[in-house]
């Protein structure tokens, strides 16, 4: 049984581009987290979703970012016009139930020149 | 909202011995679960051991323990007989309850050096 796989495991994008994150959760799996962490931090909840349905995005900035889990295909995280302060490694997580453990990707790190 | 907090950015261990991460954390609810996570260099985050608050027995996976103190909020972690490939950071977690998902609250993380 494959990880959860991310993609790409680097982006670099310039200061008003968007970047876009994907997430393969594990087979099986229809819950993803995605979580942020910056430099010498630890990890911070952004969004919580199900398929097709975004559960709870408290920890989700309300500008530039949204989050999408379709029915088919990876869960994407996107930022739009990103700025330097949104530099940071991007993990998902999947889990095969509402209380089942997480389990995580190896990240996406972003960064903006 | 519940806050973790690890108050030991570094330690150090040499290899064989055993070493204990602390982590305390805030909450005023009384189910919940406790991780400690690591993350190698690669960065890839790695499950270590979990524990649930309704447990008086703490939990053990290997050469890692946990001293769980649920009134004092405590939830260290020892890893006994340290290994070169133990060096890591070191991530305690809190996972809360809510009617919308279970997302983890984490530390800022205690870096292990491991010396031969």
């Known amino acids: 049984n494959a990880g959860v796989m991310q993609n790409p495991r680097h982006l670099v994008r310039r200061r008003g581009q968007e970047a876009r994150l994907r997430c393969s959760p594990m087979?099986?799996?229809?819950?993803v987290y995605w979580y942020r962490q910056l430099p010498e931090e630890g990890l911070k909840f952004m969004v919580y979703?199900?398929?097709?349905?975004?559960?709870?995005e408290s920890g989700m900035p309300k500008e530039r970012f949204s989050a999408e889990f379709p029915k088919e295909g990876p869960s994407i995280l996107r930022i739009q016009q990103v700025v330097r302060g949104d530099s940071a490694a991007y993990f998902c997580?999947?889990?095969?139930?509402?209380?089942?453990?997480?389990?995580f990707g190896p990240g996406t790190r972003l960064t903006v020149l | 909202a519940q806050t973790v907090t690890q108050s030991q950015p570094e330690m150090s261990v040499q290899e064989a011995e055993t070493v204990t991460l602390s982590c305390t954390y805030d909450?005023?609810?009384?189910?919940?679960?406790l991780f400690w996570y690591k993350q190698p260099p690669s960065r890839q985050m790695i499950l270590v051991i979990r524990?649930?608050?309704?447990?008086?027995q703490n939990a053990t996976e290997n050469r890692f323990s946990v001293n769980f103190q649920k009134a004092a909020k405590s939830f260290s972690l020892k890893i006994s007989d340290s290994q070169l490939g133990d060096a890591a950071m070191y991530f305690c977690?809190?996972?809360?309850?809510?009617?919308?998902?279970?997302?983890?609250?984490f530390g800022k993380g205690t870096s292990l050096l491991v010396t031969p």
């Open positions: 997580a999947s889990s095969p139930q509402l209380e089942g453990p997480q389990y």
């Open positions: 087979k099986g799996h229809s819950h």
């Open positions: 979703l199900q398929k097709e349905n975004i559960i709870d």
């Open positions: 909450t005023s609810e009384s189910d919940y679960y």
């Open positions: 524990q649930e608050a309704y447990k008086q």
């Open positions: 977690a809190y996972r809360r309850y809510s009617n919308s998902g279970y997302a983890l609250n």
